[in-house]
Nanobody, 124 residues
């Protein structure tokens, strides 16, 4: 059974940093792109960042570029999201995702597996 378990969320002041981790189990995802989505209250789930299977290609939504960094460790079957200079508008539940493709994509339609989510709250 495939499981994606996120960790690292929490409450932080604006300008602070958090590092999200996602550990996958049940199968190896070194051949798949992985990514992070988020969903704020009353809003649709949106793509935040994605990384190709090798890590050579990444995608970021415009609002997080230069502040967030996605990385992966295929030996550990894990993906990470380093979030710096956090803003109150970054407050959301963050979800780890495994795509059906090996390329860094943004569409939720390409997600095969989802994590359960971790809450990130940024206070002003």
């Amino acid at each position: 059974q495939v499981q994606l378990v996120e960790s690292g969320g929490g409450l932080v002041q604006a300008g602070g940093s958090l590092r999200l981790s996602c550990a996958a189990s049940g199968r190896t995802f070194s051949s798949r792109a992985m990514g992070w989505f988020r969903q704020a209250p009353g809003k649709e789930r949106e793509s935040v960042a994605a990384i190709s299977r090798s890590g050579a290609t990444t995608y970021y939504t415009d609002s997080v570029k230069s502040r967030f960094t996605i990385s992966r460790d295929n030996a550990k079957n894990a993906v990470y999201l380093q979030m710096n200079t956090l803003k109150p508008e970054d407050t959301a539940v963050y979800y780890c995702a495994v795509f059906i493709t090996d390329q860094a994509v943004r569409a939720a339609a390409y997600v095969q597996y989802w994590g359960q989510g971790t809450q990130v709250t940024v206070s002003s």
